[in-house]
């Protein structure tokens, strides 16, 4: 029997059990509700819950163990019928059903927040035994400290992860340098002096930055920004002759990055307490004196983890350094040469026909679970900053 | 009501260090302030009461022209300092407020060291060629304020982790640094504690004696304690000025003797 | 933080008591300069930051416009029966034994026709020329009219064939005569053919619907290549992003906010939520190939591993949000439930719920806003993959393979013609229109139930 006719089957009974629970509940009371415990259609729910939830219970078990069968099937049935029977059989004026009931929403409310954790442990456990399984091939100090990546699927492969990081890290740090000035400062200006009229323009204009799908970044990388940079600046100075370059990569996630900053920055500069500015303006500060002695000192463990999740942002970025940085694994300071990152080589190695049981497949596994590992350790210390900065102004 | 109900009375001795003619004040469409007109003294602490809502906290930022930072808010009138106008079109606002110091209703450290507070007005103003110059100022503005004893050994620790009363006494010095010749105090003892509060009043005391003081404050006692000259304000109308005495024993203006009495307020 | 204020040693010191207000000092115009250009600096972050905004959108614009426009000939073309119905029994089975190539012959002789007729005089224009004229795709369009309609055999049919990319491309000005001369796939005659056409009003670039209908097209056939596929696998997936997130999104929420007790459990919950909404995005495409493909063993490139890799995206969006809704409730409200009797359950459900829902609809389009654009972790299951065919309708269409908006747009970058680069410009249009639309309807909802307690 297919699960669909089960399902449906369960579903007829569970809302049959709601009609006769309903109606005994009201025998049993004469006919008279207000000498149920609970309003009528908790009992009809109750009824229809204890077909549902054990028909359901059984119907995973049953899978599990018997695959699809008409045993399994059968089970199934039994199990709906079994919790109706014991349901009726419990339904009489002072039973508790809405409590029941509410029981019952509660575990699966408590279900649905734990699907969060199952999403943590689920990337934590795929990118660690794939990883395991890749170490097992790999020896990890040449992982972690090789300087070389050449992937070849004929075997003998050198997959040395520092090129990679270095493009990762190259790029950010280019990102970071075009996004922090110029997302600060707007928010500066916005928060410090813009009147609400400016505001109410300018603040959705760089929201838009933000709304922006990184794949649209990529091919503006790609098509504008990399030829620009190459015909302008890399190849009259000789300096490189690729579209594709760290530049491209780190100025186009920099703008990517700009909106990032400033509405962090801006929440952040907001929560200085006015009195601190008033405090300094009434000393005869000009405001920017105001802002750089008084409220950008008091606002900078924020500032400090805005950057932080700006750049565990950046790190995690992959489709802007796909179609912007180019596949060079290479560690070198010419920010106009073609370098990749670690998300580059998630995606290179891993689309397309895959082995899983080869090392130049597993070991976009272990990539992945590097960069997992750097930004969450970046966010965790990014949040605690900024929790820390908040509780001291509440 | 007649705005110009302002009760004359014969001026005692000093000089006059301010003088507000016709000051008026709009928020938006409110007007906060209506026609005030008043001579402040030098070497002298003039307390400003009234209900809460009258409009003396919004004239006394009018006297370091605070207001300019509030987008909404709008001045007319005239407020002489020594002569000048404080309204004219040359003068600029962080030169005045240099002059005319503030001292704000809730203590407002920066979170900065003790020293960092309080040479921080010197230092944006240029008051001291050297370090040893420096030092001088910061001492001398912490005894000025009465906290040198308390806080001489950790100049260096962190301003806001002083008590309340501390703090407030720190804001005091801090303003005191600039070197300012008027210090205004928005309800300093508002958020203090009866025996900080009676530090600071006694601080109000000795500062008389090298600046003029305008105290906002709505606690009546503390005006009678530490005032010579006080102004009663209702309604954005300067109701009656005089000696702190005479108001409070023989007011000439029944809402000041409504207030007085704790009829109104 | 080095400026000219903090310095010990200043030149202007001493006596600031005596001076008149009137007359700014050296040191307070030195002072006032670093202030306008501190606000300088403001507004040129400010103006970069547009001004990058407008550069990005413009050039989108730019190369994406034409993408919606299409150059088609119509030409009249006889449906020769010997060529397309060898045996002349109409029988479908044997003519769909005909293929494609014969339709060519049809339409270049259309063509050739044409030319002899209006005595067009075109210097150097060969067979091949003629035949690399129309598209791959116009032929094979003619095949399925025919296989469609046999009763079109034998007649003479007018019907707007697309063009080769290279002839849409030289009235888009992307091909030029110099670059024809040089380049192996066109010739300046064709070229000079098309602008002879062009006079006769016989080719027309018009509006393109199959670029947004049409199925994907291989490397050869940019001119018929269209985002059907991938506006259908995006559409499936954010049914199962909206279907899946949204209650289970607000089911955590509720509980966290509402009934979670304050221990250790719940804040590692928290905090993780907090951390799960900072994960890169491929991480999620890791976890979809992993879990979902080797693990579980759903197929590749089907929509619906795309909506379980995107839900999981989007959930902690829908949670963060769905939680500050619930938190801008006031607690009179609760109070009052629950001083009626009601319980906790029925409070929630019956006051809190309804009130918070704006808020929580709010956070859940801005949340499939976001899935509709991410691409990285679709990469990594399979949707990268060449999808000529429609999905099936919803459910069993949810298994078969398909592509995304963005993944379609990402796909065109890696393809050799530039006319590609056109399409994926275009579908980037398509996307922001529809992202454009979500943030409006988001906008709108936030407007119209505003609340202000």
């Known amino acids: 029997m297919p699960v669909s006719w089960i399902i449906l089957l369960v579903l007829v009974l569970a809302a049959t059990a709601y009609v006769l629970g309903r109606r005994r509940a009201l025998e049993g009371a004469n006919g008279d509700p207000r000498r149920l415990h609970s309003r009528p259609v908790y009992y009809g729910w109750n009824a229809a819950l204890s077909a549902l939830v054990p028909a359901v219970l059984m119907l995973v078990v049953t899978r599990l163990a018997l695959g699809s069968s008409n045993l399994g099937a059968l089970l199934v049935l039994a199990a709906a019928i079994a919790g109706v029977i014991f349901a009726l059989s419990r339904t009489t004026p002072d039973f508790r059903a809405r409590n029941m009931v509410e029981q019952v929403v509660k575990a699966g409310l408590i279900l649905c927040s734990s699907v969060a954790i199952a999403t943590t442990l689920g990337i934590i456990l795929s990118l660690v035994f794939e990883s395991a399984q890749f170490f097992r091939m790999y020896p990890w100090q040449d992982f972690l400290f090789g300087t070389e990546w050449t992937p070849a699927f004929g075997g003998g492969s050198k997959l040395g992860m520092l090129p990679l990081l270095w493009g990762t890290l190259y790029i950010s740090l280019i990102a970071l340098l075009v996004a922090v000035p110029i997302g600060l400062f707007a928010a500066i200006y916005m928060s410090e002096y813009a009147g609400p009229r400016v505001r109410a323009w300018v603040k959705p204009a760089i929201e838009i930055l933000a709304g922006i799908p990184t794949i649209v970044y990529g091919l503006f990388a790609l098509v504008t920004v990399g030829p620009l940079l190459r015909d302008w600046i890399a190849a009259p100075t000789g300096l490189g002759d690729s579209g594709s370059s760290v530049m491209t990569a780190g100025i186009v996630m920099g703008i990517m990055l700009i909106p990032f900053v400033s509405s962090l920055s801006d929440d952040i500069i907001n929560a200085v307490p006015q009195s601190l500015r008033d405090g300094s303006l009434g000393l005869g500060s000009t405001p920017s004196e105001t802002i750089r002695n008084v409220v950008l000192p008091a606002a900078l463990p924020g500032i400090v983890g805005a950057i932080l999740l700006a750049a565990s942002r950046a790190i995690g970025e992959t489709m802007i350094v796909v179609l912007g940085a180019g596949a060079m694994a290479r560690i070198s300071g010419n920010p106009f040469e073609a370098m990749t990152t670690i998300t580059v080589k998630i995606v290179g190695q891993l689309t397309g026909d895959n082995d899983f049981a080869s090392p130049e497949t597993l070991v976009a596994f272990a990539l992945g679970l590097t960069l997992f590992v750097i930004t969450l350790a970046l966010n965790i210390f990014a949040l605690y900053i900024v929790r820390k900065y908040r509780e001291q102004y509440e | 009501m007649n705005d110009m109900s302002i009760v004359e009375r014969k001026l005692t001795q000093d000089e006059i260090k301010i003088s507000a003619r016709g000051v008026q004040v709009y928020y938006g469409d409110k007007h906060a302030i209506k026609d005030v007109n008043v001579d402040i003294l030098d070497k002298t602490v003039t307390a400003f009461i009234g209900p809460s809502g009258c409009g003396k906290s919004t004239f006394l930022r009018c006297i370091n022209r605070m207001n300019d930072t509030i987008d909404a808010a709008r001045v007319d009138g005239k407020i002489l300092l020594d002569g000048e106008d404080i309204y004219d079109k040359r003068v600029d606002p962080v030169q005045l407020r240099a002059k005319v110091g503030m001292v704000f209703q809730k203590p407002n450290p920066f979170p900065k060291s003790i020293y960092d507070n309080v040479a921080y007005g010197p230092r944006i103003h240029g008051l001291a060629r050297t370090r040893g110059e420096l030092d001088e100022i910061v001492e001398k503005s912490l005894r000025g304020a009465a906290l040198w004893n308390e806080v001489k050994d950790r100049l260096q620790e962190a301003g806001t982790g002083l008590s309340g009363g501390q703090q407030q006494r720190l804001c005091i010095a801090r303003a005191v640094a600039t070197q300012p010749e008027v210090l205004l105090m928005d309800e300093p003892c508002s958020a203090l504690d009866p025996i900080a509060t009676s530090q600071v009043e006694e601080l109000i005391d000795q500062l008389r004696q090298d600046f003029s003081v305008v105290i906002v404050t709505h606690s009546m006692q503390q005006a009678a304690r530490v005032s010579q000259k006080t102004a009663f304000f209702h309604l954005g109308n300067l109701v009656e000025y005089g000696a702190t005495d005479d108001i409070f024993t023989r007011p000439q203006d029944p809402r000041t003797e409504s207030y007085i009495s704790g009829r109104i307020g | 933080m080095t400026d000219t204020t903090s310095g010990v040693v200043p030149e202007s010191a001493g006596e600031p008591a005596m001076k008149s207000l009137l007359i700014a000092d050296a040191r307070t115009r030195r002072r006032n300069a670093a202030e306008t250009r501190f606000r300088a600096y403001g507004i040129i972050a400010i103006g970069l930051a547009i001004a990058a905004l407008f550069w990005l959108l413009s050039t989108i614009l730019a190369d994406g416009s034409s993408a919606f426009r299409q150059t088609y000939a119509t030409i009249p073309v006889s449906i020769d029966a010997s060529v397309v119905d060898p045996k002349g029994n109409r029988n479908p089975?044997?003519?769909?034994?005909?293929?494609?190539?014969?339709?060519?012959?049809?339409?270049?002789?259309?063509?050739?026709?044409?030319?002899?007729?209006?005595?067009?005089?075109?210097?150097?224009?060969?067979?091949?020329?003629?035949?690399?004229?129309?598209?791959?795709?116009?032929?094979?369009?003619?095949?399925?009219?025919?296989?469609?309609?046999?009763?079109?055999?034998?007649?003479?049919?007018?019907?707007?064939?697309?063009?080769?990319?290279?002839?849409?491309?030289?009235?888009?000005?992307?091909?030029?005569?110099?670059?024809?001369?040089?380049?192996?796939?066109?010739?300046?005659?064709?070229?000079?053919?098309?602008?002879?056409?062009?006079?006769?009003?016989?080719?027309?670039?018009?509006?393109?619907?199959?670029?947004?209908?049409?199925?994907?097209?291989?490397?050869?056939?940019?001119?018929?290549?269209?985002?059907?596929?991938?506006?259908?696998?995006?559409?499936?997936?954010?049914?199962?992003?909206?279907?899946?997130?949204?209650?289970?999104?607000?089911?955590?929420?509720?509980?966290?906010?509402?009934?979670?007790?304050?221990?250790?459990?719940?804040?590692?919950?928290?905090?993780?939520?907090?951390?799960?909404?900072?994960?890169?995005?491929?991480?999620?495409?890791?976890?979809?190939?992993?879990?979902?493909?080797?693990?579980?063993?759903?197929?590749?490139?089907?929509?619906?591993?795309?909506?379980?890799?995107?839900?999981?995206?989007?959930?902690?969006?829908?949670?963060?949000?769905?939680?500050?809704?619930?938190?801008?409730?006031?607690?009179?409200?609760?109070?009052?439930?629950?001083?009626?009797?009601?319980?906790?359950?029925?409070?929630?459900?019956?006051?809190?719920?309804?009130?918070?829902?704006?808020?929580?609809?709010?956070?859940?389009?801005?949340?499939?806003?976001?899935?509709?654009?991410?691409?990285?972790?679709?990469?990594?299951?399979?949707?990268?993959?060449?999808?000529?065919?429609?999905?099936?309708?919803?459910?069993?269409?949810?298994?078969?393979?398909?592509?995304?908006?963005?993944?379609q747009i990402y796909n065109w970058t890696r393809r050799a013609d530039p006319a590609f680069f056109e399409r994926a410009a275009g579908a980037i249009i398509v996307l922001l229109v529809f992202l454009l639309i979500m943030n409006l309807a988001a906008i709108w909802l936030r407007r119209r139930f505003e609340r202000r307690w």
């Not at chain 3, 064939?161 to 091909?175: C, E, M, P, Q």
């Not at chain 3, 291989?218 to 995006?234: D, H, K, M, W």
């Not at chain 3, 994960?279 to 579980?296: E, K, Q």
């Open chain 3, 93 to 407: 089975e044997e003519m769909r034994k005909v293929l494609t190539l014969s339709y060519e012959k049809l339409l270049t002789t259309g063509l050739k026709d044409y030319i002899a007729k209006e005595n067009l005089q075109i210097e150097g224009l060969s067979d091949r020329d003629l035949k690399g004229f129309l598209s791959d795709q116009a032929k094979a369009n003619l095949r399925a009219s025919v296989l469609n309609d046999p009763e079109l055999i034998g007649q003479v049919v007018t019907v707007p064939a697309l063009t080769s990319s290279r002839i849409d491309g030289y009235f888009k000005g992307r091909v030029t005569a110099e670059q024809a001369a040089r380049d192996s796939k066109t010739s300046p005659a064709q070229l000079a053919l098309a602008d002879a056409l062009k006079s006769r009003d016989v080719l027309e670039t018009r509006f393109n619907m199959g670029f947004l209908t049409n199925a994907d097209a291989s490397e050869t056939r940019p001119e018929s290549a269209g985002l059907g596929v991938a506006i259908l696998g995006s559409a499936y997936m954010m049914l199962i992003v909206l279907v899946l997130a949204l209650p289970i999104g607000v089911a955590a929420s509720i509980y966290l906010e509402e009934f979670a007790p304050k221990n250790r459990l719940t804040d590692v919950i928290e905090v993780n939520i907090a951390n799960l909404a900072a994960v890169p995005s491929i991480v999620y495409g890791i976890l979809g190939l992993a879990v979902f493909i080797n693990f579980v063993g759903l197929p590749r490139s089907a929509p619906i591993v795309g909506g379980l890799v995107l839900t999981l995206m989007t959930l902690p969006t829908i949670i963060i949000a769905t939680r500050a809704a619930l938190k801008a409730v006031p607690p009179s409200i609760r109070d009052a439930a629950l001083g009626v009797g009601a319980s906790r359950m029925q409070t929630v459900f019956h006051h809190v719920l309804p009130l918070a829902m704006p808020g929580i609809l709010t956070g859940t389009i801005i949340g499939l806003a976001h899935a509709l654009g991410e691409t990285a972790p679709l990469l990594l299951i399979g949707m990268v993959a060449f999808v000529q065919d429609y999905p099936d309708a919803p459910p069993a269409g949810l298994f078969d393979p398909a592509s995304a908006l963005p993944v």
